[in-house]
């Protein structure tokens, strides 16, 4: 059993920048991806970014790519996503989420543990 719990979420105005943590406890998935996903009122939940836990790989979805970055750190169970230039379209609830297998993915379905999600606002 694993609990993911955000932080960082707030209100900026368009082109600022945030940092959102995702703090793990409980047992540990080393090796195993997690995600950052977003849901915006009356719109499908969105893959946002993904990392692998024990490596390199990065993924992001095509609306974010190039402005976010994903990250972890390894000694603290924290993974972060670093979010520059933001626009008001980015404004969500974001969710961090970890799979109890192997392998990257950008589907919702398939992660297993998920926080209660931080907001994130962006005027304009």
């Known amino acids: 059993q694993v609990q993911l719990v955000e932080s960082g979420g707030g209100l900026v105005q368009a082109g600022g920048s945030l940092r959102l943590s995702c703090a793990a406890s409980?047992?540990?998935?080393?090796?195993?991806?997690m995600g950052w996903f977003r849901q915006a009122p009356g719109k499908e939940r969105e893959f946002v970014a993904a990392i692998s836990w024990s490596g390199g790989r990065t993924d992001y979805g095509s609306s974010v790519k190039g402005r976010f970055t994903i990250s972890r750190d390894n000694t603290k169970n924290t993974v972060y996503l670093q979010m520059n230039s933001l626009k008001p379209e980015d404004t969500a609830l974001y969710y961090c989420?970890?799979?109890?297998?192997?392998?990257?993915?950008?589907?919702?379905?398939?992660?297993?543990?998920w926080g209660q999600g931080t907001q994130v606002t962006v005027s304009s």
């Open positions: 409980g047992r540990t998935f080393s090796g195993n991806p």
């Open positions: 989420a970890a799979r109890a297998y192997s392998g990257m993915s950008r589907t919702p379905e398939l992660y297993d543990y």
